[in-house]
């Protein structure tokens, strides 16, 4: 048996219902396909709303003795599962490759990043604070302390499987939350295997689901209806994130969105052009360009943009195309039909309003949802992508004259997650840092993911950060007592 098909037999395929592997209550299942061939991968089971309120019903029964677990056990079980992915890298990464595309390069990057999360929030567990001072009136004093927010659902997205879940699930368990996880459908295995990882280290029964579904609405519908579910934190496109955030509403629920990007990346007249060069390789081809983070619109100084531009071609049409698990490849397949469809529209459009194609340009055809890594320039300004979010291997290169008009170009956008730019001159790094309107922004580097700095966005790119000593407040409510 290959190495391939040894790791699919053995992997858990139930739901994972407060860490006890269990078959959908109605039986279903659905496929999971291997964006590389088309073919299926693996089933999972389905959960149904049914489902979704037995997690819900084992979150609760669980939560304050969780909640009361000392800080330095709840940050333990996380450092435990820290080593235990460690100690199934192989396995976690070629997994995502599978169920994903990516190369199994950038798997075993996404297990390092991922698993980072889990080591971080071991170690903030045991540092949440809280305040104590006296009243100003002389008349009391003031203690502020922090408690858990209660029961959490996390829904992720498909393209990091593994970090999105455990930039959630790290600090909602370091917190004292119990969780209950939904993975995107395109890429449910990695997130139940991990959900055995943290068996294995010891998390106590109820305090962690996950629930594989084919109706997404479906299973999150009941469970922000019920008023013991405490909090919603989400990572996907802005349309979900809306359509949460108004079901929020409904009972004032504590979200967290972290949503879709597009982000600019600069290149000013000054900047080192190779080391820009390099940049956009990371910020436009991680992952094969399925990021968030991903540079969507690149604009380069005309006086130094052909220049980029030619050397930007050549590195990209250099990249190797083909399925994730073949050595040597650079850039896996799309991870769906549809998503092939939406970039090949989008590079149709801006072709056909004038742009021009340096590289690439199509499907390559075939087997698989492959898209050909593309560089177009002289992009106009009507262009779809310059407003949607490619999210596939499509760099868009875009000229201008002068400082302030690439910060207004930048600015245009209802996103606002991350920039990049590149200038070797210290006055503009600052001055244009703090003139983006981004929630985070890259100065001479092309990728800004850190699981110890805040990462999340402003105006549409939504609200709340995970990461860094603020991820942890996401999962904490302030609680004011007044003593005499
Ligand atoms: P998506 O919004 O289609 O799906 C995300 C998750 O939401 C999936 O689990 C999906 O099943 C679920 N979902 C879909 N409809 C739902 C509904 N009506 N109710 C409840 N859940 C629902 O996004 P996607 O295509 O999986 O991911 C790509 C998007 O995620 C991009 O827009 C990308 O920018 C964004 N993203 C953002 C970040 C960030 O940190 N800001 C990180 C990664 C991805």
Redesign the pocket.
Same mark, same amino acid.
């Given at each position: 048996m290959s190495k391939q098909s040894a790791l699919i037999a053995s992997l858990p395929t139930e739901l994972w219902l407060g860490g006890i592997a269990t078959p959908a209550s109605n039986g279903a299942r659905f496929d999971v396909l291997d964006p590389a061939t088309g073919d299926v991968l693996s089933s999972v089971a389905d959960a149904s709303p049914e489902d979704a309120v037995a997690a819900l019903d084992r979150a609760v029964a669980v939560q304050a003795s969780w909640a009361a677990t000392p800080a330095r056990e709840r940050g333990e079980i996380l450092r435990r599962a820290f080593e235990l992915l460690h100690s199934r890298a192989d396995d976690f990464a070629l997994l995502m490759t599978l169920e994903m595309g990516k190369s199994l390069q950038e798997s075993h990057g996404e297990v390092k990043y991922g698993g980072e999360f889990l080591r971080w929030f071991s170690e903030e567990a045991v540092r949440i604070g809280g305040r104590f001072t006296q009243a100003p009136a002389g008349n009391g004093r003031i203690l502020a302390t922090k408690a858990p927010v209660g029961p959490v659902l996390a829904? @992720? /997205?498909?393209? =990091?499987p593994l970090a999105?879940g455990t930039r959630k699930i790290g600090p909602a368990l370091a917190a004292g939350c119990t969780v209950i996880v939904? /993975? $995107?459908?395109d890429t449910p295995l990695t997130m139940l295997l991990l959900g055995q990882v943290f068996a294995d280290a010891g998390l106590p029964e109820g305090v962690l689901s996950i629930l594989p579904t084919s109706d $997404? $609405?479906g299973v #999150?519908g009941p469970l922000m209806e019920d008023p013991r579910l405490r909090k919603v934190t =989400? @990572? %996907? #496109? @802005?349309?979900?994130?809306k !359509? !949460?955030v108004r079901a929020s509403a409904e009972r004032l629920l504590r979200t967290s969105m972290?949503?879709? %990007?597009n982000a600019p990346f600069i290149v000013f007249d000054d900047a080192d052009i190779d080391a820009a060069v390099d940049g956009a390789m990371l910020a436009k081809m991680r992952n094969g360009g399925e $990021?968030?983070t991903a540079a969507n619109r690149l604009y380069v100084a005309n006086s130094v943009r052909e220049e980029f531009t030619q050397k930007l071609t050549a590195r990209i049409a250099a990249l190797k195309v083909g399925p994730g698990v073949t050595p040597g490849t650079d850039i896996g397949p799309l991870i769906n039909s549809k998503q092939l469809a939406t970039v090949t529209a989008l590079v149709e459009d801006a072709v056909a309003k004038g742009a021009r194609v340096r590289t690439g340009g199509q499907a390559p055809g075939g087997v698989g949802f492959f898209f050909t890594p593309t560089v177009i320039d002289e992009v106009p300004n009507t262009a779809n992508l310059l407003r949607d979010?490619i999210?596939g291997p499509v760099a868009a290169v875009i000229g201008f004259d002068t400082e302030d008009e690439a910060i207004a170009a930048a600015n245009d956008t209802q996103y606002g997650?991350v920039s990049y730019f590149y200038t070797r001159d210290l006055d503009r790094a600052m001055r244009v840092s703090s003139a983006l309107d981004t929630g985070m922004v890259g100065v001479n580097r092309g990728a800004i993911s850190d699981a110890a700095a805040p =990462? %999340?966005?402003v105006k549409e #790119? %939504?609200f709340g950060r995970?990461g860094g000593s603020e991820g942890i407040d996401e999962y904490l409510e302030t609680k004011y007592i007044a003593l005499q």
């Open positions: 829904i @992720t /997205p498909w393209n =990091f999105m939904k /993975p $995107a459908e $997404a $609405a #999150s =989400f @990572t %996907g #496109s @802005t349309g979900v994130g !359509l !949460l972290e949503l879709g %990007g $990021a968030c979010e999210f997650l =990462f %999340g966005g #790119s %939504g995970e």
